[in-house]
């Protein structure tokens, strides 16, 4: 009977202990979707048009900074120094200023100018980068995924077999595809894909963000104009072009390259610049690097020393690595698209500087 009390008791403890643990799972479940409840409801709270409105136009907080500093993966110095520009210019909440691109640059030049006055470049050169962060967040906002949201008119550019570039218009966009009006050029080179080719279109939309997609031809017709139309297949797989690291601009200087050569000198290794010079042409230059034509098809991964002039009165010098060689259409001459790899802290924050128009060419104040 000990035995049998014994073990009655265990039992009564041991379910005790059980329904313990049921009550604290139950009470645990609760807990957990009250939570989740208040947070959605905080959450739709600070989703409306009221809430958004009555805090937007609040100054810029130090916490403001830190959230937008999370979502657009910025470094400490840069988050301080989006602290500081913000401070400086008593600004709205930075995390809903930051999509007016308009008022930003306003924000960032007027920094710009300060900091430049005051000889600050290694301040600039993270202004830039801090700058171009929030670009790129503010266009992956403003993303698209489909192309069923594109108006008439929109332009699509395709490149045949041969590289030559054509513009092809968009006339109309419903459920059976898009719709895409051919330029005659095209047709009298008689280049254009075949019906059911797949071919890769790209186009910058309304946004500013560019972006390409692979679709399929479907047919082709003659609409009630007498245009020559290619239907295609919608597109729900856009994908945005990669963004360089700096942006770019168009430039036209002239320059003169040398090529580096590494030279053994016992058992180190020095990099020297060779005498003889090659003619270049600008096509665009960022920051971090630039478009060069040249006569000489030069092979990837070459060390080149460039010598050219930002406003025609500098002497300016970089030294950059080819990451890839183009032959132009007509095959006289080669685009070498380089990296740079040293370049002084000044001229860069100058060509930074260029590429945001905060200054014109000849290292002025540009006109907002």
């Known amino acids: ?75 400490h110095a840069e988050e301080n120094l989006l602290w ?49 962060k929030l670009e790129d967040l503010h266009d992956k906002m403003l993303f698209i995924t489909s192309t069923r949201s594109l108006p008439v008119g929109q332009e699509f550019t395709y490149v045949d077999k041969d590289g030559a570039k054509f513009v092809l218009k968009l006339t109309q966009n419903d459920s059976t595809g898009l719709y895409l009006s051919l330029p005659q050029q095209l047709i009298n080179y008689g280049t254009q894909p075949a019906a059911l080719d797949k071919i890769m279109l790209s186009f910058t939309a309304k946004t500013g963000i560019s972006y390409t997609l692979l679709t399929r031809v479907i047919r082709y017709s003659t609409d009630k104009e007498g245009r020559s139309i290619m239907v295609a297949s919608s597109s729900n797989a856009l994908k945005p072009v990669q963004h360089r690291m700096a942006k770019r601009m168009a430039f036209s200087q002239r320059a003169t390259f040398s090529a580096i050569k590494p030279v053994k000198k016992g058992k180190k290794v020095k990099f020297e610049v060779m005498e003889k010079k090659h003619p270049g042409q600008f096509i665009d230059i960022s920051a971090t690097g630039c478009g060069l034509v040249c006569a000489l098809p030069i092979k990837t991964g070459q060390l080149l020393f460039i010598e050219f002039s930002l406003d025609n009165k500098r002497h300016d010098k970089a030294v950059g690595i080819i990451v890839s060689t183009k032959k132009t259409r007509e095959g006289n001459f080669f685009v070498l698209h380089i990296r740079f790899e040293q370049i002084d802290l000044h001229l860069q924050n100058l060509i930074y500087a260029l590429t945001y128009n905060y200054i014109d060419i000849k290292g002025e104040s540009a006109d907002s």
């Open 84 to 132: 500081t520009v913000c401070h400086n210019a008593h600004c709205k909440n930075i995390e809903y200023l930051y999509l007016d691109n308009e008022v930003m640059d306003v924000i960032f030049k007027r920094e710009y100018q300060r900091l430049a006055e005051q000889n600050k470049e290694e301040l600039i050169s993270i202004l830039f980068p801090l700058r171009y």
């Open 1 to 75: 009977m000990f035995d049998q009390m014994g073990s009655s008791h265990l039992e009564v403890r041991q379910n005790s202990l059980l329904y313990s643990f049921i009550i604290a799972i139950i009470i645990g479940f609760f807990v957990f979707v009250l939570i989740h409840f208040i947070q959605r409801m905080i959450q739709k709270h600070r989703s409306s048009a009221e809430w958004i409105e009555a805090h937007k136009n609040l100054e810029t907080t130090r916490k403001n900074v830190r959230n937008l500093s999370k979502k657009a993966n910025l470094s």
